[in-house]
């Protein structure tokens, strides 16, 4: 039994975070000392922690101005859409009224799109698109609700393309204070790691098995977030002939 290997620098800033929020919080789940890793985890916490500051100020620039408005232009059509689905649910015509109760249900299936996190959103919407624009293109075409779909995921997109300038922009500010937080976390992280797999080999896997299960977990989810990214990136390219 090992840890399995995952690539940090291929994680976005928040992605990065999470990762070792994640991490951390196995840690104190299982217990620093139980784990034998009492020497080496409060480097790794001190940089988390500092990740965390550093990330936090990024971020509060993300919450006003022209990113929190795009922001709101799609909450609100996003809105409008499921107010408009449901009020065709009472359609005189059955066929319109079944069609509205399907898509209901997909978009009372997606949450509350408006609470979650800007990149969550942004992919939930996508995942929301798609769906209407495949599975359920008939029900939409009933309805006659395709230009609330297209107009959501132009929106989508502009708050996207939006975000990744700012984060672009902000990052150019001061490029060595996230670019060293992070170096400084995936550098602690990875001594927390290799130390463990030399202690499974050293004691056998029975007292650590628990925690690695867990974090091979999170390893894998992030990994498959990457690889997901890179096939959206690969259908993206054009075609060449």
Do not use: C
Request: proline letters at 2%; hydrophobic letters at 40%.
């Amino acid at each position: 039994m090992e840890i399995q290997k995952i690539d940090l620098s291929r994680l976005r800033n928040e992605e990065h975070y999470s990762f070792h929020n994640e991490a951390t919080d196995l840690v104190v789940r299982f217990t620093a000392e139980a784990l034998g890793i009492q020497r080496l985890y409060p480097a790794y916490e001190a940089a988390f922690a500092t990740e965390g500051e550093v990330l936090n100020l990024l971020q509060k620039s993300l919450f006003t101005g022209p990113i929190a408005d795009a922001d709101a232009d799609r909450d609100l059509l996003a809105r409008g859409l499921k107010d408009t689905v449901k009020g065709a649910e009472k359609h005189f015509n059955p066929a319109v009224a079944e069609a509205a109760r399907r898509i209901t249900i997909l978009l009372d299936s997606a949450g509350n799109i408006a609470d979650k996190g800007y990149n969550e959103e942004t992919a939930a919407i996508k995942a929301l698109v798609n769906d209407l624009e495949n599975q359920h293109a008939a029900d939409v075409a009933t309805l006659g609700i395709a230009d609330w779909v297209s107009e959501l995921k132009n929106r989508n997109a502009a708050f996207e393309t939006l975000l990744d300038e700012r984060y672009t922009e902000e990052a150019d500010k001061n490029p060595l204070k996230m670019k060293e937080a992070r170096k400084q976390i995936d550098a602690a992280y990875r001594d927390l790691t290799n130390l463990l797999d030399a202690l499974v080999l050293v004691n056998g896997p029975e007292a650590y098995e628990g925690f690695i299960k867990e974090l091979n977990k999170r390893v894998e989810k992030y990994n498959n977030t990457v690889e997901q990214r890179k096939g959206r990136s690969k259908k993206d390219e054009p075609e060449v002939i």
